[in-house]
């Protein structure tokens, strides 16, 4: 399986931006999927992961409110909609694939199988 990350720019504070990811390979539409990030000099940490259907989501509290994690399973993507962007935001945002049939979005990295490449956000203040 291999995941494709995109989306990522330069944004300033309060502004908006879409992260794709798009996999080959697999059974996409059966596997959980999640979005992390890593900031500079910081661990690897959970924003929010969809279950196989896209009726079940969990989100970092930190973004709770102005991330929308959602799925195309004919298209073999899922989205960020990230809105409302903070300087804090800043981060190289990674998708992440869980094929272990969970309802829920694992918030541990070791938790998931596939890693895409990340992309990076930078938000302006």
């Known amino acids: 399986v291999q995941l494709q990350a995109s989306g990522g720019g330069l944004v300033q504070a309060g502004g908006s931006l879409r992260l794709s990811c798009v996999a080959s390979?697999?059974?996409?539409?059966?596997?959980?999927m999640g979005w992390f990030r890593q900031a500079p000099g910081k661990e690897r940490e959970f924003v929010t992961g969809i279950n196989w259907s896209g009726g079940r989501v969990n989100y970092a509290d930190s973004v709770k409110g102005r991330f929308t994690i959602s799925r195309d399973n004919a298209k073999n993507t899922v989205y960020l909609q990230m809105n409302s962007l903070k300087p804090e935001d800043t981060a190289v945002y990674y998708c992440a694939a869980d094929r272990s049939y969970r309802d829920y979005g694992p918030t541990i990295p070791y938790e998931y199988d596939y890693w895409g490449q990340g992309t990076l956000v930078t938000v302006s203040s």
């Open positions: 390979g697999g059974t996409f539409s059966s596997y959980v």
